[in-house]
């Protein structure tokens, strides 16, 4: 059994409940802007990165993959910092270094000790497993910045705003870990068996995949944490809370 193809006039159906949503959007939040701009900028930056990643799954380049790999991480890093957009030029290096080392061993681990990639910069494998590590990691980052700001800006000391920060930060898959296989089948689980793969097999990909999120994670982000501290607690703190958003 092979993917049910997609045709563009059926894709357009599911365009009818989004725009109901930037309908009710617009008239309660009075914004016409951010859901239309999102919305084209998805569809934008999908119907691109379908075109690159054709391009790339047929190069099977190792120094085209790692360049990939590079942006990927140089975007995220920056995206990160959106929570504190007055100091991300400051923050940017060492959001990037957090994304880096916790996220770059744990891909390497996933392709080379558990999938057993051959060779290990595949494009087809490598690219998306990567794109799930360095975004969520993006996002755990962003939630621990800006959960950090409002705890420092309350007054909590840096170890009590750290410790919130970090479970902020994770509580997205903290919940996705209760959740998975009782309220939902997550995506890639679903794309597998949708694409005809054995339940059974879905499920040790989904495992990997639940784990690799974590792991990648939690290491950012406990880094990111850990870098903003290194000029001095109270130094820091004032850096941070000055860059949050009023």
């Known amino acids: ?14 365009a009818v409940p989004l725009a109901v949503v930037i309908f009710l959007y617009i008239r309660w939040v009075s914004d016409a802007k951010t859901l239309m701009y999102a919305t084209a900028r998805m569809l934008g930056q999908l ?13 099977g380049n190792a120094w085209i993959s790692s360049g990939v790999l590079g942006f990927m991480i140089a975007v995220a890093a920056w995206i990160a910092l959106r929570p504190l957009p007055g100091k991300r030029k400051t923050l940017y290096l060492r959001t990037l270094l957090a994304l880096v080392l916790g996220g770059v061993p744990v891909l390497m681990l996933v392709v080379l000790g558990v999938v057993r990639l051959s ?3 595949m494009p087809r494998y490598l690219i998306p497993l990567a794109g799930m590590i360095f975004a969520n990691g993006m996002n755990s980052i962003s939630l621990c910045a800006e959960r950090l700001c409002a705890e420092l800006r309350y007054g ?73 501290k290194q ?14 958003e009023e």
């Not at 092979?2 to 599911?14: K, M, P």
């Not at 119907?47 to 190069?59: A, M, P, R, T």
């Open 119 to 121: 060779p290990w910069y």
């Open 47 to 59: 119907l691109l990165v379908g075109y690159v990643l054709k391009f790339l799954f047929e190069s």
């Open 231 to 244: 000029d001095a607690q109270r130094q820091v703190s004032d850096e941070i809370s000055a860059g949050c």
């Open 1 to 14: 059994m092979s993917a049910y193809s997609i045709e563009w006039i059926h894709l357009s159906l599911i």
């Open 156 to 228: 909590s000391d840096f170890q009590k705003a750290r410790a919130a920060a970090y479970r902020a930060g994770l509580l997205p898959l903290t919940n996705s870990f209760f959740a998975v296989g009782l309220v939902s089948i997550p995506g890639m689980m679903t794309g597998q068996i949708l694409s005809g793969v054995s339940p059974l097999l879905a499920v040790r990909y989904q495992i990997m995949v639940m784990c690799m999120l974590m792991g990648g994670c939690g290491i950012s982000s406990a880094l990111f944490l850990y870098f903003v």
